[in-house]
């Protein structure tokens, strides 16, 4: 006597048509990329899930949003989206040299 699983995948092709807008493929890999269209995209609801995913608060009170994967001309849409759809000041930094890794920094709101 054994046991066996069975279990079956629902395809949406409403998420396959998201990973073509989010995914090239490079040599058989998947890369992340930015849409050209991010400004339509990023909404307030998708800023507090990125928030939530890749960003956190720093000693200094700074909010730092991890886009080491992005190449420096996508994190320059994401930082000017940012800017068009919220008003929201933000500086690049350069993570890592070697690997030209980008991180994108948002400073603590100074008081008056």
């Given at each position: 006597?054994?046991?066996?699983?069975?279990?079956?995948?629902?395809?949406?092709?409403?998420?396959?048509?998201?990973?073509?807008?989010?995914?090239?493929?490079?040599?058989?890999?998947?890369?992340?990329?930015?849409?050209?269209?991010?400004?339509?995209?990023?909404?307030?609801?998708?800023?507090?899930?990125?928030?939530?995913?890749?960003?956190?608060?720093?000693?200094?009170?700074?909010i730092?949003?991890?886009?080491?994967?992005?190449?420096?001309?996508?994190?320059?849409?994401?930082?000017?989206?940012?800017?068009?759809?919220?008003?929201?000041?933000?500086?690049?930094?350069?993570?890592?040299?070697?690997?030209?890794?980008?991180i994108?920094?948002?400073?603590?709101?100074?008081?008056?």
């Amino acid at each position: 006597m054994y046991t066996s699983y069975l279990f079956e995948l629902l395809v949406n092709p409403y998420f396959t048509e998201l990973h073509k807008l989010w995914y090239i493929k490079v040599n058989e890999r998947n890369i992340k990329i930015i849409s050209l269209n991010i400004t339509k995209l990023l909404t307030d609801v998708n800023l507090a899930y990125w928030l939530m995913g890749d960003g956190h608060l720093d000693k200094e009170g700074k909010i730092i949003l991890s886009t080491h994967s992005f190449k420096l001309a996508e994190v320059v849409l994401l930082k000017n989206a940012l800017f068009y759809n919220f008003e929201i000041f933000s500086n690049i930094y350069c993570f890592n040299k070697t690997k030209e890794q980008y991180i994108l920094s948002i400073p603590k709101k100074r008081s008056l």
